[in-house]
Every structure is written in structure tokens, then in C-alpha cells.
């Protein structure tokens, strides 16, 4: 029996080697020629991995969820530490100097001659859909519109205000957080100040996302009373209302 756990023992001893990934390093120059991203545009020494697809560039760049590309990395036997913290990978079609890191963003760096680098849509978006890391490229412009972010996690995750076309210049304020309460909802809204807690039931009056104020009719009374979306079927009123409307205000504003 003793000999029989050793062997088990020096077969998981031998085996871990081979279950580890290989070590990649991003490479300092990213560009896709072909319109498709591969690991080995993305990684040096990705070896045997290097076809592996990770995205379609359809427009000069392309810009892609770092946690996205190093989970494709894993599951090709690679292994990316991501030591820099990055949110977000920029890749464009020529090759263009190394790189900046900007606020966890690596982007394409400016053109010369004044022009600089805008968030664009990589494709037409409809109302209500999701921006994801694929739908947004850097283009080439001679003025960055005022309300053109320059952080791409400003605008992904977020739903389309309206429907969005494609090639236009990215804005902060065409996108809002995702309803997660809807019309006519039953939703809990909840009180909480000074060790008193008091919660009723209410109908939303109109579709909000975390952080968003709404209109909620007491279901009981007929009451309308305005809450903050804390949740789905949740909202909170009063003080902590203020603050979290608050601070959504601020984040927006200083995207």
C-alpha cells in the first residue's frame, strides 16, 4: 500500500510540470495585418499556440478585454501574468511604436502631425445593446470631441442610449449603466437611517440601472416616491440614496 501511494504520489509530482503554462510576455509592438488577432500577434514565445484567434479587426485597431484574452491564453496552454495590470489591449493593423500604458489601458500612441487617437464604433450598435471590447477602434482625427473618452472601460459594459453608427466618434454620453429594473417591475425599495429600517413594496414607473433614480408608486398607498437603484428589484431612499446618486455623478463625470 505504501508503495502504491509513493508511485501515485511521484505521478502528480511529474505531472504538474506538464499541467502548467507556458510563460508569455505581451509584446511591446501589437499589430494584426491579416484583420485577425492571433496569440502570437499578442504573446512572444506562444509557440504552437501562435494561430490561435482571439479577435477580427475590422476597423484600423481593434480593442480587447485583457481578463478575456488571458482566459483564451490559458486555454491554449499559455500562461500570461498580466504583472502590469491591464484592462484593456489596444491592437491595430501596422505596426506602430511600443505601446503606452495609460490608467491600466494599453492604446495606440498618437499619430504626429497633431492628429490624435478617438474611440470609434467598430460596428452600427442598437439601442439598448452592451458595448463590448471588440465594438470600439481607435481612429485617426484632427480634434478629439469634447466628450470622447480616452479610457475604453468608460464606455464598455455600458448600454447605447441610442442606436450607434458605425465610424462614429465614440461619446460618454451616448451610453448608460444596463436596466436592470424595468417598467412596471415589483421592486423592494428599502429606508435606512439611525438603526431604523422600514421596506415596501412598489411599481417602477420607468427602466433604470444601478445608481439611477426612479420614479416607484407605493403599491398600498399609490404614493409616488422617487429611489435609487441599488440592484435588480432593489431600491433605497433617503440619505444613502443622495450619496450613491452622488457619486454615479461624479464617476461619470470624471470618465
Known amino acids: 500500500m505504501r508503495g502504491l501511494l509513493l508511485l501515485a504520489a511521484a505521478s502528480l509530482a511529474l505531472a504538474g510540470p506538464a499541467l502548467a503554462g507556458q510563460p508569455v510576455m505581451l509584446k511591446a509592438t501589437l499589430f ?57 489591449i489596444v491592437i491595430s493593423g501596422a505596426p ?31 439601442a439598448g445593446e452592451l458595448v463590448a471590447p471588440e465594438d470600439l477602434v481607435w481612429s485617426k482625427v484632427a480634434a478629439a ?33 444596463p436596466q436592470i429594473i424595468k417598467a412596471g417591475d415589483i421592486i423592494t425599495v428599502s429606508f435606512q437611517a439611525d438603526g431604523i429600517a422600514l421596506s415596501l413594496q412598489g411599481k417602477a414607473l420607468a427602466g433604470a440601472g444601478v445608481g439611477e433614480a426612479l420614479n416607484v408608486e407605493n403599491t398600498q398607498s ?25 457619486g454615479r455623478s461624479t464617476r461619470i463625470a470624471t470618465r
Open 96 to 126: 506602430v511604436s511600443p505601446a503606452a500604458a495609460a490608467g491600466g489601458v494599453t492604446r495606440v500612441a498618437a499619430a504626429a502631425h497633431g492628429n490624435l487617437d478617438v474611440l470609434t464604433y467598430a460596428r452600427n450598435i442598437a
Open 32 to 88: 494584426a495585418p491579416d484583420g485577425v488577432v492571433t496569440l502570437g500577434d499578442l504573446f512572444d514565445g506562444a509557440g504552437g499556440a501562435a494561430r490561435v484567434p482571439v479577435a477580427s479587426r475590422h476597423g484600423t485597431s481593434v480593442a480587447l478585454n485583457a481578463q478575456v484574452v488571458q482566459a483564451t491564453a490559458r486555454r491554449a496552454g499559455l500562461d500570461w501574468a498580466n504583472e502590469e495590470g491591464l484592462k484593456t
Open 222 to 246: 399609490k404614493k409616488v416616491i422617487q429611489a435609487v437603484v441599488t440592484g435588480p428589484g432593489r431600491a433605497i431612499v433617503g440619505q444613502a440614496a443622495q450619496d450613491l446618486k452622488a
Open 145 to 177: 470631441p469634447a466628450d470622447s473618452p480616452r479610457d475604453p472601460d468608460a464606455l464598455i459594459g455600458f448600454a447605447a442610449r441610442r442606436p450607434l453608427r458605425a465610424g462614429a466618434a465614440a461619446l460618454t454620453r451616448d451610453v448608460a449603466a
